[in-house]
């Protein structure tokens, strides 16, 4: 369910529920954490009484579903990285300071702050400035955390219905166990192949460690569960089977080309001048598939054989010349296109690559176990696990009492693991708030862990959208020649600026207005 995409005005953004916020570069971003921080400080938005009245905020009421102001140990905010949760809070603290000031004062140069000020009753100012004073202490304390550390605090606070170790030790990578698992999975299941499927396979993989490189990728995606059709210990047929067509085709070409020649049979078509088929080149790709067919112990299939196919002939020569005629030709297409054949070093690497796999992280896991460590990558798995457990939901509500908001910073980085994790939590929960903030034209990132298709997700199920609309950081020349570009692009027409632009539309931005109301 995708929804429509509304302006975002930080003083009247409703605070409960599920929000997707879309912030392209420059738009204020982090400002507008600090002002939502801010408001749930302050429980802006909610009927705000006096120390000695029954006086009402100007706010309509129903902004927010929360009984009494947040502190900041109970305001959740994950980042990506250590510098980013480090700068958060500064920016944070130095917020807090400012409206601590403006509510003691009464004024202040920051726009929303000000704003702030002139939406609440000025006998509630000394209350705010001693909520503000308060928090202010606390934000050594705050809940500001990368997305490993909130999944270690949470694992570690709640054990018994996590099910994880009392005792954990935090370790950087599994590299040492997943070179000794993969080494061992080499020795075990790679050097005991016959010759022919060993060199196959140097093909694919020098090494074991080049091996554990092209697995990296999978190796700690629970989620990726892949399939083959063969068992290691069925390869041994396959090459056998494999090897029996091989040895035909040799036996069939060398018969050709003692009975005809190849070379001046062609020479008497016409083919394009950009083809290969001049009488010095089809000369030498007759000399290198001959002699590759007369050695009985060269078991791949040169490239030069393409060029003997009956459709490559076809596509290669003039339109008026005529066919190229001998069974050779038939024959090669056949061998080429022949499944066996054509998926024979594909259906290795496969069935290799998921039996290293399974054998890499199984070991890597009783390895964990054993010895009561657990990975960055672990953190996140095991948290999943813990809320897709017996316990889980008992587990997401004791998350939900700590933490009744949740501020997803830099939310395009975010992971199909990671955003299960906190769907489980935050999603249909109106009593709490989750914010999810972000640029989605960010989300093709996967080098940093993003998952563009996790995004997509997110953006469909989530109802409500909204969307910063003013960009700080651009001149406007430059914001009006980019608008120029792609708002002529709709979601349905052929000139979309992006392949999923249905999920990722373009919103245009506009620069900040002066005083006078001018650009």
């Keep these: ?8 005005v930080p003083l009247k953004f409703p605070l409960a529920g599920e929000k997707l916020i879309e912030a392209s ?28 009245s029954n006086t009402q905020s100007k706010l309509p009421k129903q902004l927010t579903a929360f009984h009494s102001p947040l502190n900041v140990k109970q305001i959740l905010v994950v980042t990506f990285t250590e510098a980013a949760t480090s700068e958060l809070r500064g920016r944070i603290r130095t ?25 609440t009753e000025p006998a509630v100012y000394q209350r705010y400035v001693l909520q503000l004073e308060a928090n202010e202490r606390l934000m050594d304390e705050a809940s500001i955390f ?6 270690q ?14 005792n954990i030790e935090l370790v950087e990578s599994r590299e040492h166990s997943q070179v000794l698992a993969v ?14 499927l060993f060199n196959t396979v140097l093909k694919l993989w020098k090494s074991p460690e080049v091996l554990l490189d092209s697995l990296q990728i999978c190796l700690d995606k629970k989620d990726i569960e892949i399939r083959s059709s063969y068992l290691p210990a069925g390869l041994e047929l396959l090459n056998a089977q494999y090897k029996t067509k091989l040895q035909q085709f040799k036996t069939d070409w060398l018969s050709a080309i003692n009975k005809c020649d190849i070379v001046s049979l062609l020479q008497q ?31 791949t299939i040169p490239d ?29 297409e056949a061998f080429l296109t022949d499944d066996l054949v054509s998926h024979y070093e594909k259906t290795i690497k496969d069935t290799l690559y998921i039996d290293a796999l399974s054998f890499v992280r199984k070991s890597v896991f009783a390895d964990k176990i054993n010895r009561q460590e657990l990975s960055f990558n672990d953190l996140l798995n095991d948290m999943d696990d813990a809320l897709e457990h017996e316990q889980g939901e008992h587990l997401a509500q004791r998350i939900r009492e700590q933490y009744p908001v949740a501020m997803i910073d830099e939310f395009q980085d975010t992971d199909s693991v990671q955003y299960r994790i906190f769907s489980r939590i935050y999603k249909d929960q109106p009593a709490t708030g989750w914010y999810m903030i972000g640029d989605p034209k960010q989300a093709i990132y996967a080098f940093r862990g993003a998952d563009i298709f996790t995004y997509i997700n997110a953006r469909r199920i989530i109802s409500e959208h909204y969307s910063l609309i003013t960009n700080w950081r651009s001149s406007s020349a430059m914001i009006q020649a980019v608008n120029q570009i792609f708002e002529f692009s709709t979601p349905d027409n052929d000139f979309a600026p992006f392949i999923y632009n249905k999920d990722i539309p373009f919103h245009k931005v506009s620069p900040p207005l002066k005083e006078n109301g001018q650009i």
Excluded at 101 to 115: C, Y
Excluded at 187 to 196: D, G
Excluded at 310 to 332: G, M, N, V, W, Y
């Design 1 to 8: 369910m995708t929804g429509t995409v509304k302006m975002l």
């Design 25 to 52: 570069a420059g738009t204020g971003k982090t400002y507008t954490i600090m002002i939502l921080y801010l408001r749930l400080l302050l429980h802006h938005g909610v009927k705000a009484e006096t120390d000695n």
């Design 95 to 119: 917020k807090i300071a400012q409206a601590k000031l403006a509510f003691s004062t009464g004024s202040s140069k920051d726009k929303e702050i000000a704003q702030l000020l002139n939406e």
């Design 146 to 151: 990368t997305i490993h550390g909130f999944c």
């Design 153 to 166: 605090r949470m694992l570690k606070q709640n054990a018994f219905e996590s099910g994880a170790f009392f």
């Design 183 to 196: 080494r061992d999975n080499w020795r075990k299941h790679i050097n005991s192949l016959p010759n022919e």
């Design 269 to 299: 078509i016409r083919f394009k001048k950009s083809s290969k088929y001049s009488k010095q080149d089809v000369s030498g790709l007759v000399n290198t598939v001959t002699d590759w067919a007369e050695n009985n112990a060269d078991n």
């Design 304 to 332: 030069e054989l393409q060029y003997f196919t009956l459709s490559k002939l076809l596509s290669s020569k003039l339109a008026s010349a005529d066919e190229p005629r001998h069974a050779i030709f038939t024959q090669c």
